[in-house]
C-alpha cells in the first residue's frame, strides 16, 4: 500500500511552493497588463519608458510624479500604471520573502541539497515534496519513474533506443530540467558528458533525458541520506 505523504516541514513546503506559483503567475499578468497599457499612454511617458527593461520601467513609474492634467484619459492610464508599479513591486517582496523561508526550510530539513551544483531552494523544496519521507518511494528507480525521467523502450528492428517519459510528477520534472539546464550552463563535467552524447549520436531531448535520470538517482539518494522533514 502506498504511504500517504508528511505533514511537518514537508507540508510547509508545499504550501509555500503552492503560493509561490499564485503569486508568480499574479505578477507575470500584471507585468503584462502594464506592458500592454504603456502602448496606450501618452507620447511623453511612452517615450520615457520605450527600449527600457521591465525593472527600469517599473522604477521609473513607481517615481513618477502625479502631475495634474486636463485630459482624463491621460490620468486614468497614468494612475493605472503607476498602480500596476505598485502591485508588481509588492508581489516582487512577497515572492522574495517566500524564497527566503522556503531556503530555510530546506536547510533545516536537507542542507546537502543546497550543496548540489544546480540546485537552488525551489528545486531542492519541489524534490522534498515529492519525495516526501523516506519509505514513500521504495528505490530510485521508483523515484525516476515518479519524476516522469525513467527510460521507456521505444525500439524497433535493429533500432535500439528509449523515447521520453511524458507521464509522472510535472512539476518534479520541471525541477530535474531546471537544474540540468543550469549544470549545462555552468559545470564542466556536464558539459563533456553532452559533448561525448552528442559525438555518439544522441539527440538534445535525449541527452536531458539522461541527465534528468542521473539527477533524480543523485537526489533520491541524498534525501535518503540526509533528510528529515519531522
Known amino acids: 500500500m502506498a504511504e500517504p505523504r508528511a505533514d511537518g516541514i514537508r507540508e ?3 504550501i509555500l511552493l503552492v503560493t509561490r506559483r499564485h503569486h508568480s503567475d499574479t505578477r507575470t499578468a500584471t507585468v503584462n497588463l502594464l506592458k500592454s497599457l504603456i502602448v496606450t499612454a501618452d507620447e511623453d511617458l511612452r517615450q520615457q519608458l520605450r527600449g527600457r527593461s521591465t525593472a527600469v520601467q517599473l522604477g521609473y513609474l513607481l ?3 502625479d502631475q495634474p492634467t486636463s485630459n482624463q484619459l491621460t490620468r ?3 494612475q493605472q500604471l503607476v498602480d500596476l508599479a505598485r502591485r508588481t513591486a509588492e508581489l ?5 520573502a517566500n524564497k527566503a523561508e522556503i531556503n530555510a526550510l530546506v536547510g533545516q530539513s536537507c542542507p546537502a541539497l543546497l550543496d548540489e551544483p544546480g540546485v537552488g531552494p525551489i528545486t531542492a523544496a519541489t524534490a522534498l515534496c515529492a519525495w516526501s519521507h523516506r519509505g514513500r ?7 525516476a519513474a515518479l ?3 525513467n527510460p521507456i523502450p521505444a525500439s524497433s528492428g535493429k533500432t535500439v533506443r528509449h ?6 510528477d510535472r512539476t518534479l520534472n520541471r525541477a530535474l530540467h531546471t ?3 543550469v549544470r549545462r550552463r555552468v559545470r564542466q563535467p556536464t558539459r563533456d558528458y553532452v559533448a561525448r552524447r552528442t559525438h555518439e549520436g544522441k539527440t538534445d531531448p535525449e541527452i536531458n533525458r539522461c541527465l534528468k535520470r542521473y539527477l533524480s538517482r543523485r537526489l533520491f539518494r541524498i534525501m535518503q541520506a540526509n533528510a528529515t522533514l519531522a
Not at 516582487?92 to 522574495?96: A, S
Not at 518511494?137 to 523515484?143: G, L
Not at 523515447?163 to 509522472?168: A, D, I, P, Q, V
Open 12 to 14: 510547509a513546503l508545499r
Open 63 to 65: 517615481d513618477l510624479d
Open 76 to 78: 486614468i492610464i497614468r
Open 92 to 96: 516582487d517582496r512577497i515572492l522574495k
Open 137 to 143: 518511494v521504495r528505490n530510485e528507480a521508483a523515484f
Open 147 to 149: 519524476a516522469g525521467t
Open 163 to 168: 523515447r521520453l517519459n511524458r507521464g509522472g
Open 179 to 181: 537544474i540540468a539546464t
